[in-house]
């Protein structure tokens, strides 16, 4: 009787422990709609800052949507001459998820430097394109760089740059500019699908096809870099627990039929 009554026990904790478990785990799924950040027409609620020009003004029609798609393109350049670009959402977030699908298409511009190969990046916690001086390069931001594969060789994507600011990464600060991420490479012209889940100060991660590849923690500006100094002189804090987010043109034609966002509850 006692071993009956033992086994029933046993039973009922563990249908209890798998319970809370199940639950644990529907709790930490993100909840609510997925809100489309590109509509698949137009740039409306979006700003463009490119290097060398003024807030919005989308020196050769770089930033472009085409067949419902949102490119980045270089066929008006002469050549690239260092004009990095950033296409800004208009809203700042803190708790959320963003999606995107892209790819990497044709040849990359004339004068464009060799990094920059079939390169370019999801800006996360940025600055305001209009802090950004006229001449800067980057946003200060957290940058999950997006990277396209050479044909052979190892390139993966979604990494880890850090323009004017430093992350945590297992419980030290870290301060090197990039990092690998352990994703695949992708190679060609195929779709690839990149989501960052960003909460706030605390954690950071990415990932490629539902897979996570590379996390982090504590995003704060790097109190060394000129572009944040003018940052903090103006008031903004050293821990970064919101900001803008603005996808990258860095001489090589990319396309995205995807950009959407998912917000988090703190």
């Not at 931001?141 to 390139?155: A, F, P, Y």
């Not at 990092?179 to 889940?197: A, F, L, R």
Request: proline share 5%.
């Amino acid at each position: 009787m006692k071993s009956v009554s033992l086994l029933v026990l046993c039973s009922c904790l563990f249908l209890s422990t798998c319970l809370q478990t199940a639950v644990s785990a529907e709790e930490a799924k993100p909840q609510g709609e997925w809100i489309p950040l590109f509509n698949g027409k137009n740039l409306d609620g979006w700003n463009v800052k490119i290097r060398g020009s003024d807030v919005n003004d989308n020196f050769g029609n770089t930033f472009r949507v085409e067949d419902g798609l949102l490119k980045v393109a270089y066929d008006q350049y002469d050549e690239f001459a260092e004009k990095f670009g950033h296409l800004f959402y208009k809203d700042s977030f803190s708790h959320y998820i963003i999606r995107v699908e892209y790819r990497f298409t044709g040849e990359q511009s004339k004068g464009g430097p060799g990094w920059a190969f079939r390169n370019s990046g999801i800006m996360v916690h940025g600055q305001t394109p209009e802090t950004m001086t006229k001449d800067q390069r980057f946003p200060v931001s957290i940058e999950v760089q997006l990277l396209g594969g050479k044909g052979s060789g190892e390139r993966p994507t979604a990494n880890l740059c850090t323009p004017g600011t430093h992350v945590v990464m297992n419980d030290k600060l870290f301060k090197p500019h990039c990092t690998s991420s352990h994703s695949k490479t992708y190679h060609g012209d195929q779709w690839v699908t990149v989501e960052v889940e960003v909460r706030g100060n605390e954690v950071i991660k990415h990932l490629v096809n539902g897979k996570t590849v590379l996390s982090y923690a504590k995003p704060q500006l790097d109190k060394k870099d000129a572009d944040a100094q003018k940052l903090i002189q103006s008031g903004s804090p050293i821990m970064l627990d919101k900001g803008t987010i603005s996808l990258q043109s860095e001489s090589h034609p990319i396309e995205f039929r995807k950009v959407e966002l998912l917000k988090l509850k703190p």
